[in-house]
């Protein structure tokens, strides 16, 4: 049986969820939106959620390569990549020109990434607390805000407990 998307109503989520599960989340996000999701950028997305940590353009063409065994040019990756992005299923970590999954693409928020300078994983959560903060911080200063993504840099509980950072 296909699995099927599960949509996350925990507005403080500190789950992670199953990259499976989340796959078949887009799909029928895309498909009820009437956004196609092309078999390229679904295996984008797939790649992106096996991945676990924030993964650049030329990883993923090479990725794509072993995949499909047949090649695929930067500029169709970067058009994949933006229409993820469009549909907020993908978030780009500027800090390494990196992309990674969004955990909630069911609903509107703010991605806090915490990445490991370490091994480069990442994990994102989300916090209201913060979200209200800065929609406060935005009125005070009159400010309209677009992309709102917060990127923490640091080392992570694995790489602290192995004592290699
Ligand atoms: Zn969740
Ligand atoms: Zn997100
Ligand atoms: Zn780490």
Not at 49 to 58: D, F, H, K, L, V
Not at 98 to 122: K, Q
């Amino acid at each position: 049986m296909p699995t099927q998307p599960q949509p996350c109503t925990d507005a403080n989520c500190r789950r992670q969820h199953a990259p499976a599960e989340r796959v078949a989340l887009a799909v029928s996000l895309c498909s009820a939106r009437g956004a196609r999701l092309t078999k390229l950028r679904r295996q984008i997305l797939e790649l992106l959620w096996e991945s676990g940590r924030p993964t650049g353009a030329y990883e993923l063409i090479e990725a794509l390569k072993l995949r499909d065994s047949r090649p695929v040019g930067p500029p169709t990756v970067y058009r994949g990549l933006e229409f993820l992005m469009s549909q907020g299923l993908v978030s780009k970590i500027e800090s390494r020109n990196a992309y990674v999954p969004c955990a909630h693409p069911e609903r509107r928020h703010d991605c806090l990434f915490f990445i490991c300078s370490n091994c480069g994983a990442s994990v994102e959560l989300e916090d209201q607390r913060l979200e209200c903060l800065i929609s406060e911080d935005a009125a005070v200063i009159g400010f309209r805000a677009s992309r709102r993504v917060i990127e923490v840099e640091g080392t992570c509980k694995s790489c602290i407990a192995a004592g290699t950072a």
